[in-house]
């Protein structure tokens, strides 16, 4: 009894101590002392971060004077005063998800089984509990997540609930970039938590302090590949002479906040079609065309846009110059076309142009750095489609001397 008297004596002294801190990193929110999380303020402690502990009955008017603010799985009774969405937000919490606009009315999920629970995260599976029940015999270790029937849009998932099946229920972990920063964490239970679990909620944190400051980090595009559309290929089905090509939609993965955007390249080819035998015939061809002071079909301007018109053109080496061309649809289907340019050794790639339509034609320019050694040389550009017709109107080329 008397350490027990003693170990709470420690608590309340602890909480007292940092309470009189005037300025700290993070507020920590709680309601009732006996549910502060010390396994969370010892993750605040291991990244340097300093914090507040702040009792909801003496919530400040503002919280400018933090840079995150932290909310466990408490009932709050004055959760309307808690500025989660305005404020960068750690969220660990049960009660409040449809207050603090991270669901609907439904509000938060809970998830618990018989096995220690696991999560899926960056297409690997994770587990997060090193046990599956409090003690034996009692109820299962659960997380929470934001299940996809109920959750606000605006949350961008970082893990889902896993169960062993393909089908999985909402997000464990989630974040959002709409107001303030907010990181949803499910994974609630810190006495149980695994190493990586630990590691996962540093990522939260990092996350939440990443818009603390005067400005507003980019949102990223995506954060898991779920969150990236498929590239539509279908426009892309026809006939290839007396072939008849079936091209398949093309999966985008998210890599780095960014999706991909991959071509369409994977086809069935049904020979000697019977739609593509005796019809009227379509064509698939691309060109570069000579256009307003080009030469060769490439055009090299100044950097302030000024058109060098001299055959062969006289460059300065390790200096930058824009290199433009036009290319035009001659055809009769929508293209994905890229471009491959050279000049001697160093090699340049004018920005792909995909669902390029039938008659449309596009003027696209490169800026290059000649970082060339003194001589002759030739510019060359090729616009490529995966088939075409007539491959040789295709090229351009300038001749120019590059002067040291």
């Known amino acids: 009894m008397v350490n027990r008297k003693l170990f709470l004596f420690w608590i309340i002294f602890l909480i007292?101590?940092?309470?009189?801190?005037?300025?700290?990193?993070?507020?920590?929110?709680?309601?009732?002392?006996?549910?502060i999380d010390f396994n969370i303020l010892g993750v605040f402690n291991e990244i340097n971060l300093s914090y507040n502990l702040i009792n909801e009955k003496d919530l400040p008017d503002?919280?400018?004077?933090?840079?995150?603010?932290?909310?466990?799985?408490?009932?709050?009774?004055?959760?309307?005063?808690?500025?989660?969405?305005?404020?960068?937000?750690?969220?660990m919490n049960y009660y409040h998800g449809n207050l603090?606009?991270?669901?609907?009315?439904?509000?938060?999920?809970?998830?618990?089984?018989?096995?220690?629970?696991?999560?899926?995260?960056?297409?690997?599976?994770?587990?997060?509990?090193?046990?599956?029940?409090?003690?034996?015999?009692?109820?299962?270790?659960?997380?929470?997540?934001?299940?996809d029937k109920n959750k606000n849009p605006k949350m961008q998932t970082i893990a889902r609930t896993y169960t062993g099946g393909e089908y999985s229920f909402g997000d464990v972990i989630s974040y959002s970039n709409s107001g303030a920063e907010t990181c949803f964490f499910g994974i609630i239970e810190t006495d149980y938590w695994t190493a990586e679990a630990r590691e996962i909620f540093k990522d939260c944190v990092n996350f939440a302090m990443s818009g603390?400051?005067?400005?507003?980090?980019?949102?990223?595009?995506?954060?898991?590949?779920?969150?990236?559309?498929?590239?539509?290929?279908?426009?892309?089905?026809g006939c290839y002479g007396e072939d008849y090509y079936d091209y398949f939609d093309v999966k985008n993965n998210c890599l780095e906040g960014m999706c991909e955007e991959n071509l369409c390249e994977i086809f069935n080819v049904s020979d000697y079609d019977e739609r593509c035998i005796g019809y009227?015939?379509?064509?698939?061809?691309?060109?570069?065309?000579?256009?307003?002071?080009?030469?060769?079909?490439?055009?090299?301007?100044?950097t302030n846009s000024t058109d060098i018109l001299e055959n062969p053109?006289?460059?300065?080496?390790?200096?930058e110059y824009k290199l433009?061309?036009?290319?035009?649809?001659?055809?009769?289907?929508?293209?994905?076309?890229?471009?491959?340019?050279?000049?001697?050794?160093?090699?340049?790639?004018?920005?792909?142009?995909?669902?390029?339509?039938?008659?449309?034609?596009?003027?696209?320019?490169?800026?290059?750095?000649?970082?060339?050694?003194?001589?002759?040389?030739?510019?060359?550009?090729?616009?490529?489609?995966?088939?075409d017709d007539f491959p040789e109107n295709n090229f351009g080329l300038r001749e120019i001397e590059v002067v040291c």
């Not at 009227?280 to 090299?300: M, T």
């Open 280 to 302: 009227p015939s379509y064509i698939h061809d691309i060109g570069l065309i000579d256009f307003n002071n080009s030469v060769g079909k490439i055009r090299i301007e100044y």
């Open 324 to 387: 433009g061309i036009n290319v035009k649809n001659f055809g009769d289907y929508y293209e994905n076309v890229s471009f491959d340019g050279r000049i001697g050794d160093l090699m340049f790639n004018h920005n792909p142009k995909n669902n390029f339509a039938p008659e449309d034609s596009i003027l696209k320019t490169k800026t290059i750095n000649f970082t060339l050694e003194q001589g002759n040389y030739n510019i060359t550009v090729e616009a490529i489609i995966s088939f």
């Open 16 to 35: 007292l101590l940092i309470s009189i801190v005037s300025a700290s990193e993070i507020g920590y929110i709680y309601r009732q002392a006996s549910e």
């Open 100 to 147: 603090w606009d991270l669901t609907d009315r439904d509000g938060v999920s809970k998830l618990a089984s018989n096995s220690p629970l696991n999560i899926e995260k960056d297409r690997q599976i994770i587990q997060v509990y090193n046990q599956a029940r409090y003690f034996l015999g009692r109820a299962s270790v659960p997380y929470y997540y934001l299940s």
């Open 62 to 91: 503002n919280f400018s004077d933090y840079k995150i603010i932290f909310v466990g799985n408490e009932r709050f009774r004055k959760a309307s005063k808690i500025p989660v969405g305005n404020t960068p937000s750690i969220v």
């Open 212 to 237: 603390s400051g005067n400005t507003t980090p980019e949102k990223p595009e995506c954060y898991i590949d779920e969150n990236c559309l498929f590239t539509e290929c279908d426009y892309l089905d």
């Open 313 to 319: 053109a006289k460059l300065m080496c390790n200096e």
